[in-house]
């Protein structure tokens, strides 16, 4: 007997080249194929950038990982209208982070763990409370990887490289103003 259950929802984990196929059962296997059905169904892609090698047959996560994401996802869209790119990155498959693109341009992190719902929720008190939801373009991201927290950032605001790189630039421009000039000609 053969028995075949549709797939609502296919994810890639990528980690130190090849990428794999995660089943409902957060089981990897082989992802060779899959991507050539891109727009046959819905596909995301995660991108373990500490690339941890991925065992096929092998468990990834002790938790409904697909579930939250796709749930994540769609009530993402159908509750807030944010459109998550398919395309993400996560620092590992350990650290239950997962950085994802949105339409309007900014960038959303996301603890993997946390139940979709309390992310919908704290996400709708940001846009009531802090960042009105038709201002979310001067958005840079926000992160809600931390319980009870929510870090967000401007675009118009300075990160943290920016002010590294200005007060490089700063130091070098003392640096220089502080030489004496030395343009004499010789008398002989």
Same mark, same amino acid.
Not at 11 to 40: Q, T
């Given at each position: 007997?053969?028995?075949?259950?549709?797939?609502?929802?296919? &994810? &890639?984990?990528? /980690?130190?080249?090849?990428?794999?196929?995660?089943?409902? $059962?957060?089981?990897?296997?082989?992802?060779?194929?899959?991507?050539?059905?891109?727009?046959?169904?819905?596909?995301? @892609?995660?991108?373990? %950038?500490?690339?941890?090698?991925?065992?096929?047959?092998?468990?990834?996560?002790?938790?409904?990982?697909?579930?939250?994401? !796709?749930?994540?996802?769609?009530?993402?869209? /159908?509750?807030?209208?944010?459109?998550?790119?398919?395309?993400?990155?996560?620092? /590992?498959?350990?650290?239950?982070?997962?950085?994802?693109? @949105?339409?309007?341009?900014?960038? &959303?992190?996301?603890?993997?763990? %946390?139940?979709?719902?309390? $992310?919908? !929720? %704290?996400?709708?008190?940001?846009?009531?409370?802090?960042?009105?939801?038709?201002?979310?373009?001067? &958005?840079?991201?926000?992160?809600?990887?931390?319980? $009870?927290?929510?870090?967000?950032?401007?675009?118009?605001?300075?990160?943290?490289?920016? !002010?590294?790189?200005?007060?490089?630039?700063?130091?070098?421009?003392?640096?220089?103003?502080?030489?004496?000039?030395?343009?004499?000609?010789?008398?002989?």
């Amino acid at each position: 007997n053969v028995i075949i259950h549709e797939r609502d929802l296919a &994810l &890639l984990w990528c /980690s130190r080249g090849p990428c794999y196929l995660i089943n409902k $059962n957060n089981v990897a296997i082989s992802g060779e194929g899959v991507v050539e059905k891109r727009g046959e169904l819905p596909l995301y @892609t995660v991108v373990d %950038t500490g690339g941890l090698p991925v065992e096929i047959g092998r468990t990834l996560f002790d938790y409904p990982f697909i579930e939250h994401l !796709k749930e994540n996802e769609e009530r993402l869209r /159908s509750e807030l209208g944010i459109i998550i790119k398919p395309d993400m990155l996560s620092a /590992s498959r350990f650290s239950d982070e997962l950085r994802m693109q @949105t339409e309007a341009g900014w960038e &959303l992190l996301l603890n993997s763990r %946390t139940e979709p719902e309390k $992310n919908i !929720k %704290t996400l709708r008190l940001f846009f009531d409370q802090e960042i009105p939801f038709d201002r979310q373009g001067e &958005l840079r991201n926000v992160d809600l990887r931390t319980e $009870n927290r929510i870090y967000y950032s401007l675009k118009n605001q300075p990160t943290e490289e920016d !002010k590294d790189a200005s007060e490089n630039q700063d130091d070098n421009k003392s640096t220089k103003e502080e030489a004496p000039k030395e343009n004499k000609k010789k008398k002989d």
